[in-house]
């Protein structure tokens, strides 16, 4: 089993920086596919940043410049470093891992984090 917990969540003024946390504990892998993805209501979950087993990295277009993610294997964390925070990056945040990236959609995600809310303010 994985368990996945997110943190640093919070409202923040448009603009502004956060910087989420997922830590990560039972059994891991070094091959794991992590990745953030943020949920609004009545709207699909987005994926929103991607990093593989070499650390190759992805992210959506919309946060493409803006956010980071990034990871310590020492302490089994992942992170989203956010910066230029806009209203529009609003949402329910969650940490996602699998086994490999091969299939990167959603549901093909095996173990998920509860969430941490984001809320930007214009």
């Known amino acids: 089993q994985v368990q996945l917990v997110e943190s640093g969540g919070g409202s923040v003024q448009s603009g502004g920086s956060l910087r989420l946390s997922c830590v990560a504990s039972g059994y891991t892998s070094s091959r794991f596919c992590m990745a953030w993805f943020r949920q609004v209501p009545g709207k699909e979950r987005e994926r929103v940043a991607i990093i593989n087993s070499v650390g190759s990295r992805r992210y959506a277009d919309s946060v493409k410049g803006r956010f980071t993610i990034s990871q310590d294997n020492v302490t089994t964390t992942l992170y989203l470093q956010m910066n230029r925070l806009k209203p529009e990056d609003t949402a329910m945040y969650y940490c996602?891992?699998?086994?490999?990236?091969?299939?990167?959609?959603?549901?093909?995600?095996?173990?998920w984090g509860q969430g941490t809310q984001v809320t930007v303010s214009s």
């Open positions: 996602a891992a699998k086994p490999f990236c091969y299939d990167v959609r959603t549901s093909t995600f095996d173990y």
